[in-house]
C-alpha cells in the first residue's frame, strides 16, 4: 500500500479482538481499538491533523505560528504536521509530566513554554493558564497566532465521529459496550454518537477516569473533567476510576498475553474495561461485543513506569523513599483533628502547605498557607529535605487521606509533620477561616 502523504495514514486503526484466555470473559467478545497504530503513534493523530487540516496552507502563508496547550501526544502530532508544512509551534503547557514526550517533541523542534496553570485541563478564567494566555495571545494578534484548542474545538469530536467511530461499526457492524480514558473526551464523544447511530442505540459508554490526586498520563479525574469544555457527562453510561500503579499492570497484561506495546493510559482503559465487564458477563443471556481504546504506545513511558514499577526492570523501589512507604494504617499522632487545628495552628505556628490544585487552592484556602500541588510535593519530599525540621510542618489536602500518609512518611524522616483531619472539607464544614488567594499574589514561608 503506498501513500502520497504520511497523515493520509492516519485513521483506518485495526481492531484486534484479545483472546478470551486472556480477559477472561465468557460472555463478552473483546475488541482493542489500536490508535497506537497511527502514523505519529497515537489516537491524538486524528484531531491533531483534523484541527489545522483546512487552515494548513494558509498558516503557512501567513505566518503563522500554532499554539497549542499540550506537551504530551497531541503536541507531538502537531509538531510532526508543522513540520512538514514549514510552519512554526509553539506549545504552553502546564508542568510537562511525561519526560519523555516532552523531549521527543523539543527533538522535533518544537518551543514549550511551560506554566503553573491552575488546572490539568484548563480554566478560561485563570489568567496564569495556558488556555488563557494563549487565547489572550490569538485575542492580541491574531493574524500571528493559529490556536488549534484541542480542549474545546468541535472538530475533535467530530473527527471521532466521522472516522473512528466509523470504523468500529464497520468492522463489527454492532457494538453494545464501548470504553475510553478521558482526557479532552473527544474521542469517546464522537465516536459513541457515531456507534448509537449507526451500531446500536442502546451503546453503553463507560469513560475510564484518574483516582484523586493520581496521575495518569493524558487521563484526567472527574473533578477536573469539569473544566473540560468538551465533556458532556450525559454522553457515558457510567464511569469507572483506576490508579497509575493498577493501570500499569493492566498494560503488562496486554503486553505480555496480546503483545500490545501500549502505554499506562491503555492499561486503565483495559483495566477500566475488565472491572465493569467482570461485574455484568456472568449474568449475561446472549453474547455481546466490548470495544477499548488502546491510545498509545510504551516506549515514551519507560520512566513513568520505572518511577511505579520498578521491579519490572529488576530493581528495588528506592530504600527510605515515598513510593517505597507503605502504612496501612496512618497514626492518629499524625492528624491534627479540625476541631483542635486554629488553636494547634495558633500555638505551634507551623508552616501550612496545600497540597491541592493551584485553582482551588487560589479559590480558598487556610490563611498564610503555601501552595504546592501534590506531585511537585511528592518530588519534593521524596527522598530530599525541603523543610526546616524543626518547625511543624500541616498539610491539607481535599479530604485529608493523602496528607495523611504524606505526615506519616516524613514523620519518619524526622519532620515534625502532621495532615489536616478531613481536609479542607472538614476545615470549610466546621466554618473555620478560609481566604482567597488574588492573581499575582506571592505565599512565602514566614
Known sequence: MIFEQITDM???TPLLKIAPEAHGLNNIDLYAKLEMMNPFGSVK???????VQDDIEEIKAKGQTIYENSSGNTAKALQAIANIHGVNTKLVTSLAKVEVVKEIVLMLGAEIE????????????DPNDPQYLIAKMVKDDP??????SQFTNPKNPDIHYRTTGKEIVDDLNRVDYFFGGLGTSGSTLGAAKRIREEGNPNLVTVGIFASKNDFLPGVRSLDQMWESGLFEKDNYTDFVHVDSGESIDAMMDLVRKSGILCGPTSGASYLGTLRYLAKIDPQLTERKT?????CDRIEWYVDYIRQRRPQLFGQKLKAGSLRSFDQAIVEEKCVVPVEIAEDWIAQHDPIVVDVRGNLAYRMSTIPNSINIPWELFETMIDGSDPFP????ILLVCPVGEK???YAAYMQTRQYKAFSLGGGILAW????????KVEVGAVSGIR
Open 10 to 12: 492516519i485513521g483506518n
Open 45 to 51: 493523530d486524528r484531531i491533531a491533523w483534523a484541527m
Open 114 to 125: 511551560e506554566v503553573m496553570g491552575g488546572s490539568e485541563c484548563f480554566d478560561p478564567n
Open 143 to 148: 493574524d500571528k497566532v493559529y490556536f488549534p
Open 290 to 294: 466490548a470495544v477499548f481504546i488502546v
Open 389 to 392: 525540621k524543626d518547625r511543624p
Open 403 to 405: 496528607t495523611a500518609r
Open 428 to 435: 470549610r464544614n466546621a466554618n473555620r477561616q478560609l481566604t
